[in-house]
């Protein structure tokens, strides 16, 4: 009888002890805002002035995250904790300002407490799951949609808008460039301050200026009036976007 | 001792009284009792594509042969129609890919209706909304509604319900898809769920472009050559700009769209203004749901009010680059297509035909064993 009650004392302090470290958990929070140059970027009602006088309005700018994971401080190189295994940035019904100054977030409420060093992604869609197509998911998923058949992967960045070439108001110049490829996937590492705290929640804020996705300076831009499209297929223009997609990606401490 | 009495009682010339007392209680168990009639629905297993995205089926109102056969039967019923003489089927004809060949449906006592029927080729898919302006999510919602639309089937759902609930058949098929137990157990929610059901199994995925991805055929010259304008996929041929809305294997995004048919100064100018009159957002109006291309030969005339009557006249607005609109999609531009290019692209159209709905005979001949036994 008194090695039972023993055994029940026992497995009453593991049961208790499995529950606090489910407890030491907190949410962090990803948030992407988008800006053309330094304006928040609002899809259809807003134009944006672009270079040699030319301005643009647009109704989709979107990207895919994949393997979102925080570095601990503590961590060697391999030991990262996962926060969002894919997800799309997509910022077709940001409609008015409010909607754009709070962003596309992603979250994750199940980050172990502690001090974090770094957040790490991947840019686009990682070959594993480019292999795959929507009928590997049920709806609603970020890979339900965006698939290209005929090139057997996902588009990784839409930028659909139209571009007022001529000054007349008119912004009837169609501009649509849909990139992706497993050879553009990259992943990128941003260095953080974060310490994850028990029940609460911690923001890490990214912001993409999409004129820099366009548009490196000045003297070097995708120049809207000679070309207005790319599916992936001139190499010159979706690698130009996709780099520099990459470096219009910041985090804002 | 109480059929002694009973006995007695008879002798005595009770008779009479003694049938109205049976025939009261057989009559109650009839009109308000099904649980006496077993109701075991039977799980249904759709057979889903491989290459499609995964259905959405409520876990609320799972298939079941049952409740697939009752949907069949309603769908192809007038019952649900004010004056009894129109039924989902008129305008959702199968063999007509499930549309009616109407630029705009007629509904009870020749009203007409404001856009056109739709194909429910696959619907079960639309995750992102139903009708051409998106107002309903799902199928169950979406059931709702035609029963009750003047310029349709003009009814009223209490009416409905009181034909359903008084119906010799009804009340048992309803019991064995549903389990209900009483015949005022009927209700629209049920109906409506039942619809939702066997539209589900209209699931249609054997067009010679399946067989094609399947391995199973081979386009012709002239059908590959379509299908590469389609999807741009050649650099040596000029692009038609339809896959990005209307990609495979669905031949729709599901997405929204304005596609510049509508010739308007400003946005707040639609006369009909689409996903805009759901959603309040200007930039929506003139929005509609993109259509499957699935069975498009079958589907004359074209877009949501049926303007176009041929592929041709759909081939010579999108060439033209549409009517010019703050929210007109980006995709449609001005195109560059030749007449041999638009021969090639109806050769691969016709790709998309797929005749496993064409000679539905109705009801219970979806396919499946529906049988009510």
Redo the contacts between chains.
Sequence with gaps: MKNILWLGAILLLIAASCKDNDDKNGQVDLTFKSTFDTAPLVMYDEQYAYYDNLNLKFQLFQFYLTDVVLVPDDATSTTTVPHTEIALISYKDVLGQAAALQGITISANKIPAGKYKAVRFGLGVAPRFNATNPGNYTPPHPLDDHYWSSMLGYVFMKIEGNADNDGDGLFNDKLTFHIGANSLYRTMEFPVSLEVKEGQSSTINFGIDLKRVMAVSASDFLDVRTVTQDHTTNPEIYNYLYDNLEQAVQIKQ | MMWQRMRERWREGERERLFWVLIIVLWSCNDNRLAYISSEPTPYKLEE??????M?IPADNPLTKEGIALGERLFFDPILSADSSLSCASCHIPSLAFTDGKARSVGVGGKTVRRSAPSLINVGYH?KGLFWDGRVQSLEMQALMPVVDHSEMDNSWEVAEERLRRHSDYPILFRRAFGIRRTSDIDRYLAAKALAQFERTLVNHNSKFDRVQRGDAKFTADEKRGWQIF???S?ELP?SEC??CH???LFT?LGFFNNGIEQVNTLGDFRDKGLGAVTG?I?DNGKFRTPTLRNIMLTAPYMHDGRFATLDEVFDHYISGGH?A??V?????KLRLREQDKKDLIAFLQTLTDSTFVNYSVPGSSGADLSLQ
């Design positions: 594509p491989a290459n499609f995205v995964k959405q995750y999807f741009d996929d650099q692009t896959g990005h990609i495979d294997p995004t957002h930039s010019f703050d929210n999609n980006p995709n449609v531009r």
